[in-house]
């Protein structure tokens, strides 16, 4: 987290039924729709993005309602669990952990649909647990040529604020999201932006909602308000993230990231090691999920950098627990944060025994100071 979010975060907590809390709250909104890129209403809950990920179900569904849903990773694999326990049926597409949603698989299975029994497609945008992103604007493309009238939901938990995502431009209908990624700041805050198809939506959709129901939240959001007490102080934090997106613009923030994710890319391949996504379209630019050689332990390796270099790397979670090992490069991270992670990791394969060959960081130097990368 920047030294200015957390400085922003350290003021007093304001009345939020006071006229300077309706001036933040109205900052803060405003600055969510250009992070967005939309111009529809972005619901901000005190919430983790678990939070966000029922508002967007609860608001827009009934019981018994069919989701598409697809195995891209953990996460898909939560929000899955999570649909059915509310009551939905979810048509969930086994993957392999190793690839993002296929555009063609959307459109054949909505094609087939032809009782319109599928009201949304729900879309991991970038699989946190696997280092893949989904090609969201394919998506949107597969489902117009389906025809189909079905909401597209989708989880940008670890993409905004990294990746280029567009909810307007790409038709998306709720896009759900938090503040503990992109948005550099501590977990606590989950959000919903809103399409009004999604909106219309709501009004006959029947699942049990109350805490996350939009309708509140966008009537008192006009004013600067809230139905309930915000997390006043982490919203003085994201007033000042989103300030610093903008100060870099958005485009040259997501330029940022895609040369860490290619440095990092530059590093795993001379190490002779191998990125766990296997559709070079799908390389995620806010971290690189790294398969550990056959016959060693990835969580053992993790352990041992933590404890000689106080680094902590990503978990393989789920099925690909202590297989797996993940490099974060999203946020406030600059081009010596990146040479220090990837020393790191060099340095704890060679603390820990595990094969590999040398010049992965000098691969990723190499391709940092590449003048064609850096967007000046
Ligand atoms: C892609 C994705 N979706 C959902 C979640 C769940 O969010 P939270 O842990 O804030 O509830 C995470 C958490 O890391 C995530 O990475």
Redesign the pocket.
Known sequence: MPDRVLRAIAQPTIDHRGSAFAALARDVLDGLQRVFQTSEPVVVYPS???GA?EAALVNTLSPEDTVLMFETGH?ATLWRDMASRLGLRVEFVAGDWRHGVDPRAVEQKLTGDRGRTIKAVAV?H???STGVTSRIAAIRQAMDAAGHPALLLV?T??SLGSIDYRHDEWGVDVTVS?S?KGLMLP?GLGFNAISAKARAAATSARLPRSYWDWEPMIKDNAAGFFPYTPATNLLYGLREAVRMLMDEGLANVFARHQRFGEATRRAVSAWGLEVLCANPEEYSDALTAVLMPAGHDADAFRRIVLQRFDMSLGAGLGKLKGQIFRIGHLGDFNDLMLAGTLSGVEMGLAAAGVPFTRGGVTAALDSLVDVRSVHL
């Open positions: 983790s993005g678990t990920w996460f991991v970038n699989e946190t989880d938990i670890s938090c503990q977990p």
